[in-house]
């Protein structure tokens, strides 16, 4: 038997402990540990790592664990412990996980991975450098109903896809006179709380595994329910949005709306359902159920609003068989990390993963403060930029003056501040020393090949009037907006 030790940090709250903890870790304990190919079992060694004693003794007492403590750096220097995992609130995240990395620890958190997408690609970026593995949850990919739905999509049973109305969400208590099912930090916006952040996060994975990749969103937030009550009795005004409704072009021209609110009364099968209809059928999928209608099964409908329905539409439905059976999806992750941690087993969701979903989430607060559409750019890890012979240029459009690019900019909003990383050139004039381009520079950047701009740039494009400076490095999400030093 092999051992491996995972340090939990965050395990006290209701997701880490109900999904990471029991339905995971000690799940894989009580049925023996991992099996590995040939035979090895890889078994789990948890310590449990937070800031609050009492729950900790508890939890340790509750699933016959033997290790906690409330000494993060005491347990990081631990070389018997592999793996550290994250489940803490999202603002704490970043801080803890830079310390793992630096201890030379292998890292799997829970999403948002950073409250923005600049310290998302920065974290991307240390991970690399440190040389560790890295792992982003990203549980609903192996919900039956949605494992139901890929097979249903990759048969070709619905033929093209055209559209995906999606409903998620519940009513969750004010905690007045019943208990809010939600901490109370999930309606502040100054502890990372909302919708939008916690739930388009999800979106963007959910719809680029099984439909394809966001191009742009356009997103209304509010806050349905202004006032609530947290865990001590305490009334609070709710800073952050508690309901989201948005629209997605993805890519082919599918056309995707998802409505998400903590603030409606549930009449559907499931707590999410995604409707999918495409030109030679439709299905309708949930967190454990699927059912589709074929184009030679669809009943005639017709508007009369003087009669009532006599025709029921549900009974032209059926069921998908499951076919299989389908363990937890937080265990399922688990174990494909774990596998990818000992035996380099592929893991394709890692903190690049995690920070498109978080570039996803910026876009639909900036399209609901701005009241338009945000573009959605690519996000590149360091290593597919770097193997790009043009190094810094854009093939396509070579070099624009920065009056070009920021009429673009104002044009296509997800261009400047939230294209994400890319590789691309930045012009600055000395005069106001305004920069754009498709991003700003974030840590690592620097400015480099000064020149005068009648003299040709390898690989031409357009030029500047004026002195022409170019940014070598990567583009995060604020706008980059002045440079002090030329």
């Known amino acids: 038997m092999r051992t491996i030790g995972i340090i939990m940090n965050g395990v006290t709250g209701r997701m880490g402990e109900n999904q990471h903890l029991a339905r995971s870790i000690v799940a894989l304990r009580k049925q023996g540990g991992l099996v590995l190919p040939g035979g090895e079992v890889l078994w789990p060694d948890p310590i449990l790592v937070g800031r609050n004693e009492q729950k900790l003794r508890r939890l340790a007492e509750k699933y016959g664990l033997e290790r906690w403590s409330t000494d993060l750096a005491t347990s990081l220097a631990n070389p018997n412990d592999q793996i550290y995992f994250d489940a803490q609130v999202t603002s704490l995240r970043s801080e803890s996980l830079r310390a793992a990395m630096q201890a030379g620890k292998h890292l799997y958190c829970e999403k948002p991975t950073a409250p923005t997408l600049a310290e998302a690609l920065e974290l991307v970026r240390l991970a690399e450098q440190a040389g560790v593995k890295h792992g982003v949850v990203q549980d609903k990919l192996f919900l039956p109903g949605l494992l139901k739905l890929k097979r249903v999509i990759d048969s070709g ?145 017709v508007w009369n609003h003087d009669e009532p329905l006599a025709h029921n539409f549900f009974n032209d439905w059926i069921e998908v068989p499951a076919n299989a059976t389908f363990d937890n999806g937080f265990k399922v992750q688990w174990e494909r ?87 691309s050139s930045l012009v600055l004039r000395p005069g106001n020393c305004r920069g754009y381009g498709h991003g700003p520079a974030w840590h690592g950047s620097e400015l480099v090949d000064c020149q005068r701009a009648d003299q040709p740039f390898p690989g031409g494009g357009a030029r500047a009037s004026g002195r022409v400076y170019r940014l070598r490095g990567w583009y ?11």
């Open 337 to 423: 990390f774990l596998r990818h941690v000992v035996l380099d087993e592929p893991f394709p969701w890692n903190l690049l993963e995690g920070a498109k979903g978080v570039q996803l989430a910026e876009l639909g607060l900036r399209s609901w403060q701005e009241r338009r559409s945000a573009r959605a750019g690519h996000i590149r890890s360091h290593d597919q930029c770097a193997a790009q012979s043009c190094g810094l240029r854009r093939r396509s459009r070579g070099l624009r003056s920065a009056g070009d690019d920021q009429s673009r900019s104002q044009r296509e909003p997800g261009l400047g501040r939230h294209a994400g990383l890319s590789p």
């Open 476 to 486: 995060g999400p604020s706008h980059f907006r002045r440079i002090d030093k030329h």
């Open 157 to 301: 049973f619905l033929g093209k896809i055209l559209a995906v109305r999606g409903e998620f969400g519940y009513w969750v208590f004010e905690g007045d006179w019943q208990t809010a099912q939600r901490p109370s930090w999930n309606y502040m916006k100054e502890q990372e709380g909302g919708i939008i952040v916690d739930m388009f996060c999800h979106w963007r994975y959910v719809l680029g595994h099984l439909f394809g990749d966001v191009r742009a969103v356009s997103c209304l937030g509010t806050t349905h329910i202004p006032e609530r009550v947290n865990e001590q009795g305490q009334r609070y005004i709710a800073t952050a949005d508690d309901a989201a409704y948005a629209t997605f072009e993805l890519d082919g021209g599918i056309i995707a709306q998802m409505n998400s609110s903590w603030a409606v009364r549930v009449y559907r099968d499931e707590l999410l359902n995604l409707q999918v209809d495409g030109t030679d059928g439709s299905a309708i999928a949930g967190l454990h159920h699927c059912k589709v209608q074929s184009r030679v099964h669809t009943p005639r409908a």
